[in-house]
């Protein structure tokens, strides 16, 4: 289990997260959602042990992360919103670094390392440099790398940013298969509608703190809302979107 507990990051004594606490479960999605600017990926940076919380405790399998960083991030998988890669190294390179600076075992590296780039249709371009990757390839070598060592914990920012449609499809549906096998998933993305099909449990936050911790089921119906887009809109969103779409429609002459 992961959990927060009244974690906070300041930054020039701006709170950009405001004490967060929730917990997210082995063998479910939990789907973290925000506006831009809400604090999402601070979170996450703190949870990848990227960033120093200010106050407030970050626990994994009931011990605090900093109490071994290095054993803690051995058991977890992280994806960033930005994908930060080698860009002079080929795909496969940059995935036996991966490999080499966990430590696995060379022949069980190579054959993961082999099996990841088939499945995200790399292979034909492994030997490829990064630079001349495009986003969506960048960033299924990002996933290959975040699922090398097989964490227990896997965050995921943005992780559809510049996928195919097919490749989505097969992530929402990898997504779904890691926890059913009992792995914690920590999910953040703007695409809404994705995290309603693979999510059950929702935590939204809204300028740097919790506004919703809950399953998207429950959520439906306490605010009466069909949708967890309605639900963001009414917890999240401060703006009267239709509003603003039709000044603009007639600002342009539309």
Do not use: W
């Not at 906070?8 to 004490?19: C, L, Q």
């Not at 960048?138 to 992780?159: G, I």
């Not at 009267?240 to 002459?253: E, H, M, N, P, Q």
């Amino acid at each position: 289990m992961l959990e927060l507990r009244n974690v906070s990051k300041h930054f020039s004594g701006i709170a950009a997260v405001d004490t967060v606490s929730f917990r997210a479960l082995p063998g479910e999605v939990t789907g973290y959602l925000g506006p831009n600017g809400s604090g999402k990926s601070t979170t996450m940076k703190m949870i990848a042990g990227l960033l120093q919380t200010t106050s407030g405790r970050i626990y994994f399998e009931k011990d605090p992360i900093e109490s071994d960083l290095t054993s803690y991030k051995q058991r977890m998988g992280y994806v960033p919103e930005e994908p930060h890669l080698y860009s002079h190294l080929s795909g496969l390179e940059y995935l036996i670094m991966v490999g080499q600076l966990r430590n696995l075992p060379q022949r069980l590296t190579s054959d993961r390392i082999d099996g990841l780039l088939h499945l995200f249709s790399l292979h034909d371009d492994r030997h490829v440099p990064i630079s001349a990757y495009s986003k969506g390839m960048r960033q299924k070598v990002l996933l290959s790398a975040a699922l090398l060592h097989n964490p227990s914990l896997l965050l995921l920012d943005e992780p559809f940013s510049g996928l195919d449609v097919g490749t989505g499809l097969v992530l929402r549906s990898l997504i779904r298969e890691l926890a059913s096998r009992g792995k914690v998933v920590l999910f953040s993305s703007h695409e809404l509608e994705t995290v309603e099909r693979v999510c059950k449990h929702v935590v939204i936050l809204h300028k740097g703190k919790v506004v919703a911790d809950d399953s998207i089921e429950h959520l439906r119906t306490l605010m009466s809302a069909p949708t967890l887009e309605k639900i963001f809109e009414q917890l999240a969103v401060e703006q009267d979107t239709s509003a603003i779409s039709r000044k603009i429609a007639d600002l342009v002459g539309a």
